[in-house]
């Protein structure tokens, strides 16, 4: 099978995700890379549950971590019976679906894709953990060559040498993008919001921008506006946590104050990823709202006086009216046009 992480970052690599083997999940931990490459070492579906839910891995990272928790819950129940071991999945898929609530039915049907691949060993009598494992796999190889997809449909949009701003860590998406503009020659220069208070922005995106040979320039998360009208950004992108049928999209919080700074200049703004039949509208989608304590630290340094309060929604919402397209695995679609998405067969491999 041709690996298609291959030419991709470090923290792009599958085993460097999340990766599950002889009864443990390994998941790099996002909340201090690139300082320091440590992984949190699961030895439970739940713990892998807590891992997502504490944002040791964030993006795409918990669909990797999900379908490998299942694997590691599948170790756990080995010595029940064939229909307690479902039984076992089944809840366990619950659990971990349910890690953060914004990403509930995506991440619902991740967990369940796995529990095919369990009953299809235990009538073979094979490994039910590793067959879970090779078809989380190969689930990531098809997931990346559909992002691959997007990809082209995306970088179609930009200038030869042009400039983009990103938001957040948009995870595959990113890596498959720039690999997409070596491949055609395109030598465009990156500016990155930092993305508080995780930093996602400084920590991941830029480092993988800069692993992969891109000129990239972190900016603090109030500087978009400025840097649009000084540099001349060409295009604004990001992917998303949630695509609602309706065409509002919504990720990490400040991508709809960057977005309205890319209308106000006339840049265009590209999302990427596929819209969720789980969300027909945006009033589906439920927003979380994080430790507020997190507002008032930068890196676990506190940066306010104390006794002061502090507020963390994890994701906002971006209407249509701000979106110049979807980059999808189908081609580039207008955000009030996504049904016509769901017309052609697909694969429900997430694109993120």
């Given at each position: ?12 690599q ?13 998941i790099?931990?996002?909340r ?8 949190v070492?699961?030895?439970?579906h ?8 504490d ?20 170790w ?8 307690k ?24 049907l ?6 095919p ?25 098809l ?26 860590f ?5 890596g498959?993008?720039l ?35 891109f ?12 840097v ?35 209308k ?12 969720d ?19 008032l ?49 697909t ?6």
């Amino acid at each position: 099978m041709e690996r298609q992480d291959a030419g991709l970052a470090y923290m792009l690599q599958y085993e460097n995700i999340a990766w599950y083997e002889n009864g443990e999940v390994r998941i790099l931990d996002r909340r201090i890379y690139p300082a320091k490459k440590e992984f949190v070492v699961c030895k439970t579906h739940l713990e892998v549950t807590k891992a997502i839910t504490d944002m040791v891995t964030q993006s795409a990272g918990p669909f990797t971590a999900a379908p490998m928790g299942m694997a590691l819950a599948a170790w756990e129940c080995r010595d029940l019976s064939a229909q307690k071991q479902m039984e076992y999945l089944k809840q366990a898929s619950e659990t971990i679906s349910h890690a953060r609530p914004t990403t509930v039915s995506r991440m619902r049907l991740v967990t369940q894709a796995c529990l095919p691949a369990a009953e299809k060993a235990l009538a073979e009598g094979k490994r039910v953990d590793l067959a879970i494992r090779d078809y989380v796999v190969h689930a990531n190889n098809l997931r990346y060559a559909k992002v691959g997809r997007c990809a082209k449909y995306l970088v179609d949009m930009f200038p030869d040498n042009g400039t983009v701003m990103t938001q957040c860590f948009a995870e595959t998406i990113l890596g498959m993008m720039l690999k997409e503009c070596k491949a055609r020659g395109k030598n465009i220069r990156l500016f990155c919001p930092e993305t508080r208070p995780y930093f996602q922005g400084a920590r991941l995106t830029a480092t993988v921008c800069h692993d992969m040979g891109f000129d990239t320039t972190v900016i603090t998360d109030n500087m978009p506006a400025f840097v649009m009208a000084k540099e001349h950004v060409d295009v604004f992108t990001c992917a998303a946590d949630a695509i609602c049928v309706d065409g509002y999209v919504f990720n990490k919080v400040g991508t709809s104050q960057i977005a309205i700074c890319a209308k106000h200049f006339g840049i265009p703004m590209f999302v990427s990823g596929a819209p969720d039949v789980g969300h027909p509208t945006h009033d589906t989608v439920t927003i979380e709202m994080r430790d507020p304590k997190y507002s008032l630290e930068a890196m676990g340094v506190r940066t306010a006086d104390e006794g002061l309060k502090g507020y963390y929604p994890a994701f906002d919402m971006t209407p249509p009216s701000l979106i110049s397209g979807i980059a999808t695995d189908k081609g580039m679609f207008s955000p009030y046009d996504l049904k016509r998405y769901f017309e052609t067969e697909t694969d429900n491999i997430l694109t993120v």
